[in-house]
């Protein structure tokens, strides 16, 4: 049996014709799914400022596939023709050759001959437009065929297009080069120290909408409405409980989590897959439905195709849902989840609870039909079917914000607030509002190689014995980021950097970058856990920048000596008299 809902849904994937673009045309779905970026409007300025000038111009659109460069002047051709028609050459996606026996870099030089070095200066007006891939513009550059560009090369140097850093280079009237670079732009931005995720609410809205102008919705009520397979198909049910504003506020902010986490470039192209990936199971087949089919079957049928499910289960690749998952709540440690599953596993009353919990989702009236508890537990045990159950309502439950009903112990992303509004302060210069960060990372400091009393930190371990170093740290003010107090950030840093030195050695200073995966990993150090050796792994530029400071502590002049077995407390003081040159040791009060 064919589903009329799912090729409509299909042109959300991004292998569908409808995510591939031309810089000259769009398509009527690509013009519908539109929506207007803070990036749009930078390109806008820069392009109107440029058109006009008496010069060259060479506009490079810098960033990864898929983050919307060729849509975004595919839309600029449809809705500023005159601004577009202003431009010699538009050049939509330079990865391309334009002969077999040419190399991407080869054509690429052709095309921007006007901007090599021999031509750079002929008196010729050329204006060119040319989106562009960062890999593909650092393998541009040194190619054989980009030694011809060495200018061009400078520019992109010195503005660091190709680095991680934020670039807040304002518009240079001078410059023949000009460069954007989407990997400055996030799906969300930041405001009184909060984050705002008006892209992606604006995105959800498009496919979810309730209105006739929505082909996504006008498709679902032509095709589901009268549908034999409605009452248990998760498609029609997944598209509705992604309809709802709760779980889109969920889903945005699990969003925005892996950007931060993971520096994931969260493009629209991924986000429209990613949803088409809650809506549709690759494992969905509209005949496999079937209400006549023994109960528990259908059930175990039926959960694994559902967002919920979804959400968390793609654990393989390379895609945005696949980096989501990693933010499972059923991950977490909780005594309520364990507590839960016990009763789930005894107690048929268990199920009318979690029922409860899903009551105002659309998966509530097929769950009511498909759970029977008599069959649920019977003699079989049915283990299997009641561990995914525990998974769906689990995740339904904190997708729908009722987590707290079944394990308040659980909460999902604790720091997460906290870490957008210190990025707040941070690009907008608040350096009283980072003393917070200061305090997680002195403790950090001080117990990265074990839980040591304050102020102390291990240099040596020799079974017993441990060799303590007195630290106290200090933090100097960070450099100016620049950006304005009060005003909305569309593009800033994601990282917060801090610079410590040691105030009993007078130290220079060593500049600590921390993210949000470390940020967590901070926070819970500060509440007294202790990384593990793979965690310490992970974070190597942090274990760098933490040997960097105590190196220039004071161990060389004296060490304390500890004993594990008697509590850790510096028990013996060994230091370097200087007066009789020799080395003295008192016992420590």
Known sequence: MICNFKPVLQKLQKHSAESVESAHSSTDYSEYLHVDRPIQNDVLDLLAREQILPRKSLVLLCGSAGDGKSHMLSHFSAQHKELMDGFDKIINDATESDAPSRTACQTLATELEPFDDFHLDNGQNDKFIVAINEGMLSQFLSSKEGSSFSTLAAYVEETGILKTALSNRGYEHESIFHAVSFSDYRPFTLINGESRTQFLDELFSKVFSMDDSNPFFAARRKYCEGCSSKKLCPVCHNYDFLSLPEIQRTVADAIVEVSLAEHYIVT????????????VSPNFDRGS????????????????????????????????????????????????????????????????????????????????????????????????????????????????????EICPDLVPSPYLKDYVSLLYSYNTDESSSMKPLHK???????????????????????????????????????????????????????NLIAHAYLRNTGSDAVTFVVNYSLYCLLRRMNEGYQP??????????????????????????????????????????????????????????
């Open 268 to 279: 629209t192209r991924s986000t429209l897959n990613f949803l088409y990936d809650l809506i």
């Open 289 to 404: 439905i079937n209400l006549s089919v023994n109960k528990n079957i259908a059930l175990a049928r039926y959960i694994p195709q559902t967002t919920p499910y979804l959400m968390y289960e793609r654990k393989w690749g390379d895609s945005l849902g696949s980096r989501i998952s990693r933010l499972d709540v059923m991950r977490m440690e909780s005594e309520g989840i364990d507590e839960l599953a016990i009763l789930l596993r005894t107690s048929s009353e268990t199920v009318s609870k979690l029922l409860n919990v899903v009551n105002d989702t659309p998966y509530y009236e097929c769950l009511c039909d498909l759970i029977k508890p008599d069959a649920l537990y019977n003699t079989g045990g049915e283990g299997d079917l009641k561990r995914v159950l525990l998974r769906f309502f689990v995740r339904c439950a904190h997708l729908s914000c009722r987590l707290e």
């Open 440 to 494: 997680y990372l002195r403790k950090a400091i001080e117990n990265w190689n074990g839980d040591y009393p304050s102020g102390y930190s291990r240099v040596a371990s020799y079974g017993n014995v441990q060799i303590l170093q007195e630290l106290d740290t200090g933090f100097r003010k960070p450099d100016a980021v620049g950006f304005e107090k009060g005003s909305e950030l569309t593009k800033f840093s994601p």
């Open 532 to 589: 593990t050796i793979l965690e310490k792994n992970l974070f190597t530029d942090f274990a760098t920048s933490y040997e960097r400071l105590v190196g220039l502590g004071a161990k060389s002049r004296e060490v304390f000596i500890a004993q594990r077995d008697l509590g850790k407390r510096p028990r013996y003081k060994i230091f370097y008299d200087e007066d009789f040159e020799e080395y003295g040791m008192e016992v420590v009060d």
